[in-house]
């Protein structure tokens, strides 16, 4: 209950501020430069002074932030990737000579590169599936509250109901693991899924592909809604049917919707962190770079160069789907 009462008061406090901040920004500069009751040159001249200055009064905390909690890290930490373990002294590119060479950061990569292989395809597609299926049925909208759930919960939340699912207990006792209990329902041996080497990472896969089905249904949802009736009913007439009308019709017109979610689950996926750490911990070869960053850097290494240096890996394999991803939704907003 504490824990509750101070959540309360530390989102009304973020929200007294920022009203405070806001009327009082403002009064400060009209104060400093008044228009009303003026006629003239100065009143103009302040008009033009104030208008120039209120936007970046709104803007001011946000660059102030970014620059804060974005730019500083991502300089302190290329700087750090250049020093050794406990950032004093210079060592150049050896963290990341070492990096490569080792067969722990080789084995992130390809698990990274597994997870980018399935996650952001398979929860796209399932998105896309159950928008489409239930963009027209009464209970759709339920049915989307119950897919969107998962959502709202953490990745650590998330790992702990998998857990659950995947749970093992020795062959003979009673299994509370559900997909241990169907395998020894049907006559099989139970198996504890997350230590098998290569198809653990499948495993964490479901998880991601579970939380992130929601969120990809939800924007193409919107953008099944989008398009023009007039198209889906010119290819009725000619003869489409529902397949081809899916495939050839609703696709091709929400192909950039489609593109953004994909890269957006791209991103996460790059970052993915929270669901290794809570389930296997990177052992039973399911590491990837971010849980490895975290190992380097706080754990048992306590190596700030190299952790550093994983770091910037994972910050240099992001920013090329970002600016494309920007780019693509700039180019979007031209045509409206």
């Given at each position: 209950m504490q824990q509750l009462l101070f959540?309360?008061?530390?989102?009304?406090?973020?929200?007294l501020a920022c009203a405070a901040y806001?009327?009082?920004?403002?009064?400060?500069?009209?104060?400093?430069f008044p228009s009303k009751g003026l006629t003239g040159p100065l009143a103009s001249r302040n008009l033009r002074i104030?208008?120039?200055?209120?936007?970046?009064?709104?803007?001011?905390?946000?660059?102030?932030?970014l620059t804060i909690y974005l730019i500083y890290p991502v300089i302190a930490s290329v700087w750090l990737s250049l020093h050794d373990r406990a950032g004093e002294n210079f060592v150049g590119l050896n963290n990341f000579i070492w990096m490569f060479n080792d067969g722990e950061f080789r084995q992130s990569i390809y698990n990274n590169f597994l997870w980018l292989l399935v996650v952001p395809a398979a929860a796209t597609f399932f998105g896309l599936i159950i928008a489409a299926l239930t963009d027209r049925i009464w209970w759709g909208n339920i049915a989307k509250t119950l897919i969107f759930m998962p959502m709202a919960i953490?990745?650590?939340?998330?790992?702990?109901?998998?857990?659950?699912?995947?749970?093992?207990?020795?062959?003979?006792?009673?299994?509370?693991?559900?997909?241990?209990?169907?395998?020894?329902?049907?006559?099989?041996?139970?198996?504890?899924?997350?230590?098998?080497?290569?198809?653990?990472?499948?495993?964490?896969?479901?998880?991601?592909?579970?939380?992130?089905?929601?969120?990809?249904m939800v924007i193409l949802s919107a953008a099944l809604r989008g398009i023009p009736e007039e198209t889906?009913?010119?290819?009725?007439?000619?003869?489409?049917?529902?397949?081809?009308?899916?495939?050839?019709?609703?696709?091709?017109?929400?192909?950039?919707?489609?593109?953004?979610?994909?890269?957006?689950?791209?991103i996460l996926v790059l970052k993915v962190f929270d669901i290794v750490l809570a389930m296997t911990n990177g052992q039973w070869q399911s590491q990837v770079l971010a849980n490895l960053m975290f190992d380097w850097m706080f754990r048992g290494g306590?190596?700030?160069?190299?952790?550093?240096?994983?770091?910037?890996?994972?910050?240099?394999?992001?920013?090329?789907?970002?600016v494309w991803n920007i780019r693509n939704a700039a180019k979007e907003m031209e045509g409206h």
């Open positions: 959540a309360i008061a530390t989102m009304a406090a973020g929200v806001f009327f009082g920004t403002n009064w400060i500069l009209d104060k400093l104030t208008n120039a200055i209120r936007p970046w009064l709104f803007l001011g905390p946000a660059l102030f932030s953490s990745f650590v939340g998330a790992s702990v109901i998998w857990k659950f699912i995947y749970d093992y207990r020795a062959e003979g006792t009673e299994q509370i693991g559900i997909l241990n209990a169907i395998v020894v329902y049907f006559g099989g041996s139970p198996e504890a899924w997350v230590t098998l080497p290569f198809w653990n990472n499948f495993f964490l896969m479901v998880i991601l592909i579970w939380i992130q089905t929601g969120f990809a889906i009913e010119a290819a009725v007439i000619d003869g489409a049917n529902g397949l081809q009308i899916f495939f050839k019709i609703m696709i091709p017109q929400m192909w950039g919707t489609i593109a953004v979610v994909w890269t957006t689950i791209t306590g190596d700030f160069g190299r952790g550093a240096a994983i770091a910037v890996i994972i910050m240099v394999l992001v920013i090329p789907i970002m």
